[in-house]
């Protein structure tokens, strides 16, 4: 067992291979947080800091006078009673009141891990060590029952972390808040890393120092956003890529969330994740339970690289389908900027011919082949083909597809509406609204309220017929407006503040039942690009669209931020035209392809336009990738050291058994008169030798780790090196 109870002091302790959880049941009842951080291996409890009786102004508990709960590390922090600070949840009785006190009743310690109902969470797989321990606390006076659940994945020194509230009372509560996860670490020397954007350019890793107060990020949007990423870690001052103590929090879910820290007056620093507090309320009648979602927890000693590659693995092996979680990705070739909504028949023919000859493998049609879609303006829920541009149905386009070898995929959006649809005209009442106000629109289109059962049903049967008609091999599920004027009519006037998570927990359920009965589909997800790239989604669909910025230069920073959290295997990264389409930059196909190569290559450029010049390029490209794609999509990734950051960004992919490793380098403006850089690789086997891809040049492990690569005179902007070794046998 991972979980050790020990009854004389009361601790529970989570350990995993290198990191030690601690809890404490306090004489009153009250749960404390004991630890978090690198592994105790032995541990028979220890004293937690006792508080200081100078800090003035702090309450006593009744009955308690040398305790303070605000002096204390509290492991789930209410608010009101003997603390003060920011809590982790907040309850509303019917009489009005908001103090809740809730205290240790049992605990269980199981093996295994259970799903969540209706929730996306870390599944285990056979052979893994994952234990569970439920601790369930009460608040007397109301009759309430808390769960806070923990599992541990030992060998992958993860934690996650959620909350359930069944209300075993008489009456009504309201909740306001239930995080799914609070820690109070003992100091505030840390900086708050956080992955921050717009549309265009999502998840910029941003990292600034801590000061007392809070600070947080969230997303009202109703879905996890392009502004923000549902994540969290704080580093010490110290810590940078590959060495120093950072603590990581991610949330699976994908609707309104918040996180964020506040850095109490003695210093300490409060974590937390989860729904976000604001505008949420959720009505718990007697009997019922609430879940909040699942938040994973990192620790790592080894820096931020150390926590990052913790984060992608376990999403991997844990978190991702298990059948498409170590599939290789085929190739893609994506209609959208070759043609917009300019489809034609014959074209796109010529298009995937010259896509296959090129070495891709599957054929993407993106938007504007279905109902009268020339246009944004039009036709969302209307899931039948444009008559216009394909008289006989998309069967012939498929079939030429398929018999050019390639896969056929379209593109979705299922959870939208357009004004002008037929949809639309038979269930105005089917978007989400509030009564009496105007509804906002964004992209021309509405939001459909999948709160309804009836507007869930319509979805999964539209998309039933839809996958099944056309064949389909792949699927990308489009989302593109946030939603407004968050309300429905399926609810009460008074449930208003449960529409967003309910919209969500719609969301999930018709995902479940698509993608189970789906399962030979390859489901990408996307919201205008990475409006929605969160765990919660990659639970049910393998891949996203990372960001609809497809320039190679902006990409290193969005791909960056995107490998803190996420799988290469996940990220989908295209090549396309230049000058680039979001931002005017022209930059050489090599380089596109390099930056390309860090997750799932795909174009997205009309390849009929190509030079013979880049067709050649291109075809080299797609060759290299298929003999580095499985080091890519199922090896290990680390982010190198470059001694000019803000100039150049290199890395590493190596393969699960070491026997290839694959490093690439993009350095933005050129420069005159500068030393080359040097790129050192990380994790080869010291005197194994090294075999540079098509050359004779053979190397020693240690020598490209510790005298590293040496790059070649640069000379243009945007240019790039890529290197591949191959591990000669010994
Ligand atoms: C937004 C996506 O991110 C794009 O890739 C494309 O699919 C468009 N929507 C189509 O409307």
């Given at each position: 067992m991972a979980i050790i109870f020990n009854?004389?002091?009361?601790t529970f302790h989570l350990q995993g291979q290198n990191v030690s959880y601690i809890m404490e049941i306090y004489p009153t009842g009250h749960l404390l947080h004991n630890f978090w951080g690198?592994?105790?291996?032995?541990?028979?409890g220890f004293e937690l800091s006792t508080f200081n009786l100078?800090?003035?102004?702090t309450a006593m508990q009744v009955g308690e006078e040398e305790l303070s709960l605000e002096l204390l590390p509290v492991e789930y922090p209410a608010h009101g009673n003997a603390d003060l600070r920011t809590p982790a949840f907040d309850l509303e009785y019917s009489d009005g009141g908001r103090i809740s006190d809730f205290r240790y009743v049992r605990h269980t310690i199981t093996s295994g891990k259970a799903a969540i109902k209706g929730l996306p969470s870390l599944y285990t797989n056979e052979g893994q060590t994952v234990d569970t321990l439920e601790i369930v606390l009460k608040d007397e006076v109301k009759k309430l029952e808390m769960t806070l659940f923990y599992s541990i994945f030992e060998a992958e020194d993860i934690v996650t972390r959620r909350v359930e509230l069944k209300n075993l009372g008489t009456e009504k509560v309201i909740i306001k808040e239930l995080s799914s996860a609070c820690v109070e670490l003992p100091h505030h020397e840390f900086d708050m890393i956080q992955m921050s954007g717009s549309w265009?350019?999502?998840?910029h890793v941003q990292r600034n120092s801590i000061v007392p107060g809070g600070q947080y990020i969230d997303s009202?949007?109703?879905?996890?956003?392009?502004?923000?990423?549902p994540f969290l870690a704080l580093a010490?001052?110290?810590?940078?890529d590959s060495y120093g103590e950072v603590y990581g929090m991610s949330l699976v879910y994908s609707g309104n969330f918040k996180a964020g820290i506040n850095v109490d007056m003695r210093y300490n620093t409060r974590m937390q994740i989860g729904i976000?507090?604001?505008r949420f309320s959720w009505n718990l009648e007697p009997n019922e339970t609430f879940s909040a979602p699942e938040a994973v927890l990192v620790y790592s000693a080894e820096g931020t690289g150390g926590m990052s590659k913790k984060y992608r693995d376990i999403y991997q092996?844990?978190?991702?389908?298990p059948d498409y979680k170590y599939q290789e990705r085929p190739i893609l070739i994506n209609s959208w900027e070759a043609f917009y909504f300019d489809l034609k028949e014959e074209e796109l023919g010529e298009f995937a011919k010259t896509s296959s000859e090129l070495g891709m493998e599957l054929f993407v049609m993106d938007?504007?082949?279905?109902?009268?879609?020339?246009?944004?303006?039009?036709?969302?829920?209307?899931?039948?083909?444009h008559e216009g541009k394909f008289p006989n149905g998309l069967k012939d386009l498929s079939n030429k597809v398929k018999d050019l070898g390639m896969k056929f995929g379209i593109w979705v959006e299922p959870e939208m509406i357009s004004p002008k649809s037929e949809l639309f005209s038979k269930h105005p009442d089917w978007c989400i609204e509030t009564k009496d106000r105007v509804k906002s629109l964004s992209r021309n289109q509405y939001v459909l309220d999948l709160t309804k059962p009836e507007v869930r049903e319509y979805i999964i049967s539209a998309m039933r017929k839809v996958f099944t008609e056309t064949g389909t091999d792949y699927i990308k599920w489009d989302m593109n407006r946030s939603i407004t004027e968050?309300?429905?009519?399926?609810?009460?006037a008074n449930q208003q503040g449960e529409v967003s998570h309910r919209y969500i927990l719609g969301l999930y359920e018709i995902l479940e039942v698509l993608t189970n009965e789906f399962p030979n589909i390859l489901f990408e997800s996307c919201a205008g690009g990475g409006?929605?790239?969160d765990a919660g989604m990659l639970y049910y669909m393998?891949?996203?669209?990372?960001?609809?910025?497809?320039?190679a230069i902006e990409r290193l920073f969005i791909q960056e931020g995107t490998l803190y959290q996420f799988p290469n295997i996940s990220m989908g990264s295209h090549v396309s035209a230049c000058?680039?389409?979001?931002?005017?930059r022209t930059t050489p196909i090599s380089t596109r392809g390099v930056v390309a190569m860090q997750g799932n290559l795909g174009y997205e450029l009309n390849?009929?336009?190509?030079t013979d010049a880049e067709k050649e390029e291109v075809k080299e490209q797609t060759a290299l990738y298929k003999k580095i794609r499985g080091t890519v999509q199922l090896g290990d990734f680390t982010h190198l050291k470059v001694n000019d950051s803000t100039n150049a960004r290199a890395w590493q992919h190596l393969s699960k058994d070491k026997n290839q490793v694959v490093a690439s380098y993009v350095q933005i403006l050129a420069r005159a008169n500068v030393a080359p850089k040097k790129i050192k690789l990380v994790?080869?086997?010291?005197?194994a030798r090294y075999q540079l891809d098509g050359t004779d040049s053979i190397y020693y492990g240690d020598e490209l780790m510790n005298f590293g690569l040496t790059t070649v005179r640069i000379e243009k902007d945007f240019e790039s090196q890529q290197w591949v070794f191959n591990k000669l046998a010994d």
């Open positions: 009854e004389k002091n009361k690198g592994k105790i291996e032995k541990s028979d100078d800090a003035a102004y265009g350019r999502e998840r009202s949007r109703g879905h996890s956003g392009h502004e923000h990423s010490a001052t110290d810590a940078t976000n507090p604001f092996s844990n978190l991702i389908k938007d504007g082949w279905f109902g009268k879609r020339d246009n944004d303006q039009t036709s969302l829920g209307d899931w039948f083909i968050a309300g429905s009519s399926s609810v009460d409006g929605r790239y393998p891949q996203t669209w990372t960001s609809d910025d497809t320039d000058p680039n389409h979001q931002v005017g390849v009929l336009e190509l994790d080869l086997e010291g005197t």
